[in-house]
């Protein structure tokens, strides 16, 4: 089946580099473009996308009204075009809706490749989830006790910011365990998005950073561009090359996790396209942790989670607000 993409950027130069990019993506064509926002809604019920691109800066109607509008009426993913200077705008953008958001270079010759490779996953994985229908499925747990829990781990990709402001709002009022998080965002998103979850929840949220010493009740969110590992009760940073086309992967900070913390981890996977985070689950299971995943109906795309599944790493798997429950009930016991 043929994904219909439709193109929305007062850029007549990023609309080409953007159809040019998706071109030779097996399944998927340009079924039309729009200069503006205005212009896109006019166009929705013509051209019949499966999935628009939308640039945030555009007149007449920017992109914050445009996704707005959108997601009233119908609903097709969207995925934002945004910039290092839009960095708010953008996560309420995925607040209210959007899909993913691909950074726009600040200059395209040096970064078009990197432009294009990222376009193209983000597309994929739409194509991936749409293939995929996702069915109701049932909570599954074992029977497997929770013990005392000295630290949480949390990976998550596509749909993962929404999810994980979720999960943090609805955190206790207090935790006295250290959380980890990996999400897979560019450079200089990061740094943003960890004040943004700080004021949601009364437990620090930073912004990782290399040697910072772990400290219970602290919850910590790899930078951009960055690998996280921990070493004894410190965090290393890591500019080793990118596993599953990602820095930071989560499986790095899983693995190392599991090695400290051992049959004391909890490990969660979200939402999120791709195979990151199987390996590093299957550690903390060896390790005798308890390893839980984000089910498919609730997964904005189901590949993260539903790798970890398949390759039978999982001990529970849950809707997002059951994993808000479960981890809640972990942190007050402690």
Request: charged share 25%; glycine share 8%.
């Amino acid at each position: 089946m043929t994904i219909k993409l439709m193109i929305v950027d007062d850029s007549a130069f990023m609309r080409k580099i953007i159809a040019d990019s998706v071109e030779d993506i097996k399944g998927i064509e340009v079924a039309g473009i729009a200069r503006n926002g205005l212009d896109a809604l006019e166009k929705i019920d013509i051209i019949k996308p499966d999935v628009i691109t939308l640039d945030i800066e555009m007149p007449k109607l920017n992109g914050i009204e445009t996704l707005k509008a959108i997601k009233k009426k119908y609903k097709m993913p969207v995925i934002m075009l945004s910039s290092i200077r839009k960095t708010e705008v953008t996560f309420e953008a995925l607040e209210l809706g959007a899909i993913d958001f691909i950074e726009k270079p600040e200059n395209l010759n040096q970064n078009l490749e990197e432009f294009k490779q990222e376009l193209e996953l983000k597309i994929n994985s739409l194509i991936f989830s749409k293939n995929h229908i996702k069915k109701e499925n049932k909570p599954q747990t074992s029977n497997k006790g929770v013990g005392s829990v000295n630290a949480i781990v949390i990976g998550s990709s596509t749909g993962g910011p929404k999810a994980l402001v979720y999960l943090l709002e609805n955190l206790p009022k207090k935790i006295n365990i250290p959380i980890f998080i990996v999400q897979h965002m560019p450079k200089g998103f990061t740094l943003s998005f960890a004040q943004r979850l700080d004021k949601l929840t009364t437990a620090k949220v930073v912004e990782a950073k290399d040697n910072m010493k772990i400290e219970s009740g602290k919850i910590y969110l790899a930078p951009g561009d960055f690998h996280l590992r921990l070493e004894g009760s410190l965090i290393k940073l890591t500019k080793e090359d990118k596993m599953h086309g990602v820095r930071p992967a989560v499986d790095y900070l899983f693995q190392t996790a599991s090695e400290i913390y051992r049959e004391k981890l909890v490990g969660v996977i979200l939402t999120g396209m791709g195979k990151d985070g199987t390996n590093g689950m299957e550690s903390i299971k060896r390790f005798g942790g308890l390893t839980i995943a984000q089910d498919e109906s609730s997964s904005v795309v189901f590949g993260m989670p539903g790798s970890a599944i398949a390759k039978g790493v999982v001990d529970e798997v849950l809707g997002l607000e059951d994993i808000s429950k479960t981890l809640n009930n972990i942190l007050r016991m402690r």
